[in-house]
């Protein structure tokens, strides 16, 4: 009996977890992962979005992406948790209240962050949210602060219908 409970408590856990802990994938996001991040969507229209844990504005619109992202699944979402050598649980926690089920993310891993800001745009200083949306044809939009949900709603579906 006890092992019954133990079973069903497990199964009602992974149902009621939209994050698949299991398959999620935490890399350190240091000075080059950015153009690795960029080299690896060649021909494919993705989403990078830089977020932080204390950043009302960026938990809103992780909230936003999760709340439309699984209509437009041709459209991969990176993110990228800005808070150095944020710990996994901490991580995984943001991403299952924000429903969002992505396979891997990133969480800066550099002592000193600017390095990092400098080496995805030399313009940036740390604000967030900062999303980076890139095209089928690699052409790159940076959009600073929240994004309207209307705007995001209009990129994500011409993207979807090329």
């Not at 992962?33 to 494919?44: A, D, L, P, V």
């Not at 992406?65 to 993110?79: A, D, R, S, W």
């Amino acid at each position: 009996m006890m092992k019954l409970r133990l079973f069903l408590f497990g199964l009602i856990l992974l149902i009621c977890n939209p994050v698949n802990a299991g398959n999620l994938s935490i890399k350190p996001f240091i000075k080059g992962s950015f153009t690795e991040i960029k080299n690896q969507h060649t021909n494919q229209p993705f989403i990078v979005v830089f977020w932080s844990e204390s950043c009302s504005y960026c938990m809103k619109e992780l909230a936003m992406f999760g709340k439309l992202y699984k209509q437009f699944p041709n459209v991969e979402l990176i993110t990228v948790a800005t808070d150095s050598f944020l710990d996994e649980k901490t991580v995984k926690d943001v991403l299952r209240r924000s429903q969002l089920d992505v396979e891997k993310t990133w969480v800066f891993a550099e002592q000193f962050p600017e390095r990092i800001y400098a080496d995805v745009n030399k313009r940036w200083r740390g604000e967030l949210p900062v999303t980076h949306f890139f095209s089928r044809d690699h052409q790159e939009i940076r959009h600073m602060g929240i994004i309207n949900e209307q705007e995001l709603l209009e990129w994500l579906s011409e993207q979807s219908s090329q």
